[in-house]
């Protein structure tokens, strides 16, 4: 199994910018992709953005341009760093590995507020 420890989170002004970092530990050599998701209060949580061993990145059409996931040097890491920050982008983001066999671990989750 493998356990996400999430940072980053906070309040800003609309059109500011934010970074999350998220970093697993225990069975990372099982991990095939790393992505955070989001959820707004009374939504369902939904894809930001995740980044596969091989390099592969999907954006969700409501960030495309504005948020951008990576590894870093270390592939039991991934950052979000978020640009142009909007009050709708406000939610509490979550940390997603899947592992072989299509195991998924979440994190604890981080509030990330944009005032307008």
């Known amino acids: 199994q493998v356990q996400l420890v999430e940072s980053g989170g906070g309040l800003v002004p609309a059109g500011g910018s934010l970074s999350l970092s998220c970093a697993a530990s225990?069975?990372?050599?099982?991990?095939?992709?790393m992505g955070w998701y989001r959820q707004a209060p009374g939504k369902q949580r939904e894809l930001v953005a995740f980044?596969?061993?091989?390099?592969?990145?999907n954006y969700a059409d409501s960030v495309q341009g504005r948020f951008t996931i990576s590894n870093g040097n270390a592939k039991n890491t991934v950052y979000l760093q978020m640009n142009s920050l909007k009050p709708e982008d406000t939610a509490v983001y979550y940390c997603?590995?899947?592992?072989?066999?299509?195991?998924?671990?979440w994190g604890q989750g981080t509030q990330v507020t944009v005032s307008s």
């Open positions: 980044i596969t061993s091989g390099g592969s990145i």
């Open positions: 997603k590995a899947r592992l072989t066999g299509w195991r998924d671990y």
């Open positions: 225990g069975s990372i050599r099982d991990i095939n992709a």
